[in-house]
């Protein structure tokens, strides 16, 4: 079994039970898995977005100084990026060069934009994930050709390692969707919150 199916898998696995209490597809075809209202109006659990385009993958690979992991543009060819648990799992994904702010479009995190806003993570690799478990961090996820580590935001410390991208985003599935029943989950909107989750906020009343 490659790492995409298993990967697939796992995600499969992870939605279901949300799924069953309702999902939607956006203007531009994001399944939209589950509301979490204790997030915000119009927040839902899990955003799963549809194949990357040729154009956007091209983009990525002009405009990245670092080399693209192969299993990462054979994951954007299955999906451009998914946005997990509240956010609290993202894998990145390409924005369009116009983006459509107003309306139900909803797009995913861009991975040229991280890479340029994390400059400590030259030298160490392609950030293309993060999670963030307690409101204060994020962990991002950096594969430089032989693992996938899990560094602070800060960029300090690496806490692990993986072989492939894909075993680490499987353990990272399952160990974050078995800390609670997400649809549940409430936000603490504290006034000190910005950057990352100040976006988090804006996308959950409808906006980017």
């Excluded at 915000?40 to 993958?57: C, M, Q, R, W």
Aim: with cysteine; charged share 25%.
């Amino acid at each position: 079994m490659t790492g995409l199916v298993r990967f697939k898998a796992a995600v499969d696995r992870a939605i279901s039970p949300y799924a069953a209490r309702g999902e939607r597809l956006s203007a531009n075809g994001v399944r939209c898995i589950c509301p979490a209202p204790g997030v915000a109006p119009e927040a839902v659990v899990h955003y799963l977005f549809p194949p990357i385009s040729d154009v956007g993958l091209e983009e990525l690979q002009d405009s990245s100084t670092r080399p693209t992991p192969p299993a990462y543009i054979e994951l954007l060819r299955w999906g451009n990026g998914l946005d997990m648990f509240c956010s609290r799992l993202a894998v990145f994904g390409i924005q369009p060069a116009l983006l459509k702010r107003s309306g139900d479009f909803v797009h995913p995190w861009d991975v040229i934009q991280t890479n340029s806003e994390y400059a400590w993570a030259l030298g160490r690799g392609m950030i293309v994930a993060m999670n963030d478990l307690d409101d204060r961090r994020l962990i991002v996820h950096a594969w430089d050709g032989q693992m996938t580590s899990e560094w602070r935001e800060d960029g300090g410390e690496r806490t692990r390692t993986w072989p492939s991208l894909e075993d680490a985003l499987i353990e990272l599935i399952e160990e974050i969707g078995a800390v609670r029943d997400w649809a549940e989950y409430r936000l603490n909107p504290a006034p000190e919150r910005g950057g990352f989750w100040a976006r988090v906020l804006r996308r959950g009343k409808g906006g980017r």
